[in-house]
T-cell receptor, first 114, second 112 residues
Framework: GAVVSQHPSRVICKSGTSVKIECRSL??????MFWYRQFPKQSLMLMAT?????????EQGVEKDKFLINHASLTLSTLTVTSAHPEDSSFYIC??????????FGPGTRLTVL | GENVEQHPSTLSVQEGDSAVIKCTYS??????FPWYKQELGKGPQLIID?????GEKKDQRIAVTLNKTAKHFSLHITETQPEDSAVYFC???????????FGTGTRLTIIP
């Protein structure tokens, strides 16, 4: 299957700082990428849909000014958690879409905000 | 919008036996149904998918069946092995919708 990478895999930051997470499609181009958040022992919660060259579409309840998404190229999307607080601690996972529906996921980024 | 229910939430199976996980969906227009396997601390891995024009698909020990009339689809794993232990998620994509709606997950444990 297609390969999607995320960087970093783990990050620990102080409250009030910003953190950037990168999502790359390594062997294919992805017009559309998705960002998910996953709490322990729960399902994946879609945060936003990222389309190359346009503004991201955020799900209801997700603050777009707090979770900044940029999809500047066909192989890279970034999620920036601004002014992070302990409640933002979570497992963030991106996916990239091939064709009209198949999504391949990255390995995830564990964010811990102290 | 689409709603996907998944059962059971936990499943323990003796090594070598079969495991079956079931999902139901609400949107009759949904036409794409993938299954993902997620190991602890990792991202979900696509293991098999099926589209609405097909009733069954098989890949080695894994198979998925789809009943469009009843709006349910199932994952079948035969000859289970310890490495099959993981959380499995089903998902559905509605027609004209970019998003996948996920089930709540099934924690599968293979007992050696």
């Amino acid at each position: 299957g297609a390969v999607v990478s995320q960087h970093p895999s783990r990050v620990i930051c102080k409250s009030g700082t910003s953190v950037k997470i990168e999502c790359r499609s390594l062997d294919f181009q992805a017009t559309t990428m998705f960002w998910y958040r996953q709490f322990p022992k729960q399902s994946l919660m879609l945060m936003a849909t990222s389309n190359e060259g346009s503004k991201a579409t955020y799900e209801q309840g997700v603050e777009k000014d707090k979770f900044l998404i940029n999809h500047a190229s066909l192989t890279l999307s970034t999620l920036t958690v601004t002014s992070a607080h302990p409640e933002d601690s979570s497992f963030y996972i991106c996916s990239a879409r091939i064709g009209i529906d198949t999504q391949y996921f990255g390995p995830g980024t564990r964010l811990t905000v102290l | 919008g689409e709603n996907v229910e998944q059962h059971p939430s936990t499943l323990s199976v003796q090594e070598g036996d079969s495991a079956v996980i079931k999902c139901t969906y609400s949107d009759s227009a949904s036409n794409y149904f993938p299954w993902y396997k997620q190991e602890l601390g990792k991202g979900p891995q696509l293991i098999i998918d099926i589209r609405s024009n097909v009733g069954e698909k098989k890949d080695q020990r894994i198979a998925v069946t789809l009943n469009k009339t009843a709006k349910h689809f199932s994952l079948h794993i035969t000859e289970t092995q310890p490495e099959d232990s993981a959380v499995y998620f089903c998902a559905a994509r509605g027609f004209g919708n970019e998003k996948l709606t996920f089930g709540t997950g099934t924690r599968l444990t293979i007992i050696p």
